[in-house]
């Protein structure tokens, strides 16, 4: 089902405007300025954590996110099409084997402790939030569809937007960059993240899960120059959530939207690659594959004001003008005044974990090859945020 809201007048006032202009928060960094904007920082005492921690070492492709449950002392690993579970020393306790799709970023739900992570099948035009049970994760080697550790629910929403056709032909394109296809440029989802409702200050807003399409990189079309966060309560999702079968994909899922976002950034490279919340600044980071659209300084680290209530106007680019929900950047950090947008150069693609008081885990990895196995390694090292431009974490040491 869309969720965006036609309003003929309002859009005939506004739609001359607005492929000139970004959002009306971030128009400057004089006009956008204020004493409660909430700065990042806030100097809190650094956490009893390591400073490293080392993921392993597996036969996948990259480290796509990880989540750390402190109150046990437990990380969670997506390495694409398994995930891992360590205690914070790197000692492997777990893995959840047998995806085919993509397992992306993952988060935990504070209600239920559960791990909640974005899993694409292309192919299939499916897409769903995997549910992993934790607890039940206790050996290497449990396979996803017969140890009964995970479950997935299903999301109409993003099928609909990654199927439309947009330029009429009556052709889907498929899991395709340089198309028209795809609404807003959708090639799915991989960021995911809780925190409170939108706009809600000081963090005391509903718990929802907020998951992040990827957008593909296409230099000739404008609609895709926002990030797109749909925003779930998940409180009844049991209702859905279906073991995989993934030779027959279920479609068991909510078919509303508790809200649909927009933020300019620019276009990226596949979306928002980790989406998280961080409770000490009460906003929202996303970090992504720089962009390459030269109308834009594609930086690769955009943080979402979670004071700042969602403003209606027009979705860029769309063929049929529709209305649409926007979230403001945090004015802070570099300003580019052309596209009229802030952000930070920092890579955190791999994963980015709030562990409180200002402090984060950034996640990295590369290719070893071990007795001539090619194999992905994932680790999490410890930073602190010091809102710097145009790096705004330095790593502690």
């Given at each position: ?283 929202w980071f996303l970090a992504v594959y720089q962009g390459t659209k030269p109308s834009f300084p594609n930086y690769s680290l955009f943080v979402v004001d979670g004071d700042r209530a969602p403003y209606e106007q027009v979705v860029r680019g769309q063929a049929a003008p529709e209305l649409g929900d926007h979230l ?70």
């Amino acid at each position: 089902m869309r969720t965006s809201t036609l309003r003929a007048a309002a859009i005939a006032a506004t739609a001359a405007t607005v492929l000139l202009t970004t959002t009306q928060a971030s128009a400057s960094p004089e006009a956008t300025s204020r004493p409660d904007a909430g700065s990042v920082a806030h100097g809190g005492q650094e956490p009893k954590l390591p400073r490293h921690i080392d993921g392993g070492a597996w036969p996948t492709s990259h480290v796509q996110g990880a989540a750390i449950d402190r109150r046990r002392g437990i990380v969670y690993w997506s390495f694409t099409q398994m995930l891992v579970k360590t205690d914070l020393e790197g000692n492997v306790l777990g893995t959840v084997t047998g995806l085919t799709g993509h397992l992306g970023d993952l988060d935990i739900n504070p209600k239920d402790g559960r791990i909640y992570g974005s899993l694409e099948y292309k192919a299939e035009k499916a897409f769903y939030i995997a549910v992993f049970d934790g607890d039940a994760i206790d050996r290497v080697g449990m396979d996803a569809e017969a140890d009964g550790v995970m479950t997935t629910v299903y999301l109409p929403e993003v099928v609909e937007d990654f199927t439309a056709d947009m330029d009429g032909n009556g052709v889907f394109d498929g899991d395709v960059a340089a198309t028209p296809d795809h609404r807003y440029g959708s090639s799915g989802i991989d960021g995911v993240a809780f925190g409170p409702a939108d706009g809600k200050r000081h963090g005391k807003g509903k718990q929802v899960l907020r998951v992040a399409y990827g957008v593909y990189a296409n230099n000739e079309r404008i609609d895709n120059d926002n990030q797109v966060l749909l925003e779930y309560d998940v409180s009844g999702w049991r209702r859905y959530e279906r073991p995989l079968e993934q030779s027959a994909p279920h479609h068991n899922g909510p078919r509303e939207v508790r809200n649909k976002f927009f933020v300019h950034t620019g276009n990226t490279r596949y979306g928002v690659q980790n989406l998280e919340y961080d409770e000490a600044s009460r906003h929202w980071f996303l970090a992504v594959y720089q962009g390459t659209k030269p109308s834009f300084p594609n930086y690769s680290l955009f943080v979402v004001d979670g004071d700042r209530a969602p403003y209606e106007q027009v979705v860029r680019g769309q063929a049929a003008p529709e209305l649409g929900d926007h979230l403001s950047l945090l004015p802070q950090g570099q300003y580019d005044p052309v596209s009229s947008t802030f952000g930070w150069t920092f890579d955190a693609s791999y994963g980015l974990v709030s562990v409180g008081g200002g402090y984060f885990y950034g996640a990295s990895g590369r290719r070893v090859v071990e007795n001539g196995t090619a194999l992905q390694t994932g680790a999490l090292d410890l930073y602190r945020w010091t809102g710097k431009a145009p790096t705004p974490f330095e790593k502690v040491e």
